[in-house]
Nanobody, 131 residues
């Protein structure tokens, strides 16, 4: 059974930092890209970041560039999202899924890769940024 377990969320004041973790179980970690998505209840899901092992590159949506950093540990089979200078608009439930990106001009758009089994969505991890 494939499981991508997201953790590390919490409550933080604007300008603060959090580090999210996604541990992969039953997933071909070295074969597919993994990324982070976030969603506010009643709003559309947004792709935040995607890291590609094949390309050795990281991608970010414009709103988090310069503030968030995605990384991976192949031994631990874990993907991280270091979030700095958090803003209230970053408040959301964050999920970890297989991902791919499209480039449009200078912007990158992160999408769920539905060709890959990421297992159940689960509950994600909640990030709340207060002003």
């Amino acid at each position: 059974e494939v499981q991508l377990q997201a953790s590390g969320g919490g409550l933080v004041q604007a300008g603060g930092s959090l580090r999210l973790s996604c541990t992969a179980v039953g997933f071909l970690f070295d074969d597919y890209a993994l990324g982070w998505f976030r969603q506010v209840p009643g709003q559309e899901r947004e792709g935040v970041s995607c890291i590609s092992t094949t390309e050795g590159r990281s991608y970010y949506t414009d709103s988090v560039k310069g503030r968030f950093t995605i990384s991976s540990d192949r031994v631990k089979k874990t993907v991280y999202l270091q979030m700095n200078d958090l803003k209230p608009e970053d408040t959301a439930v964050y999920y970890c899924r297989a991902c791919y990106v499209h480039e449009n001009g200078d912007s990158y758009y992160v999408h769920v890769d539905n060709r890959v089994d990421s297992g159940p969505w689960g509950q994600g991890t909640l990030v709340t940024v207060s002003s």
